[in-house]
């Protein structure tokens, strides 16, 4: 019996660390698995910044209307204005 076979803490023997495919195997699983998490991060991230324009665009254009009927009630106000002076 070899005294490297087993551990001295439990007396369990140790797990054999040679298999380095396996232990490849485990590390690209691994990696992966984050490399997804990354790539669902970003596109929830995406998702929610494509949202937020959305509704910045409408923003835009309910703020150009509005621009556009107070220039025309300026324009209105100036006319009676001007047809009072006269």
């Known amino acids: 019996m070899n005294t490297d076979d087993y551990s001295s803490e ?14 490849f195997k485990k590390s690209r699983m691994t990696t992966r698995s984050h ?7 970003k596109e929830d991230n995406i998702d929610a ?11 835009v254009k309910e703020i150009k209307r509005n621009q556009n009927e107070y220039q025309q009630e300026f324009r209105e106000i100036k006319q009676e204005n ?3 002076k006269e």
């Open 49 to 59: 910044l494509m949202d937020r324009i959305k509704e910045l665009e409408i923003d």
């Open 10 to 23: 439990d007396s369990k023997r140790k797990k054999e660390t040679n298999n380095y495919e396996e232990i």
């Open 35 to 41: 490399l997804k998490e990354r790539k669902e991060k």
């Open 82 to 84: 001007k047809a009072l």
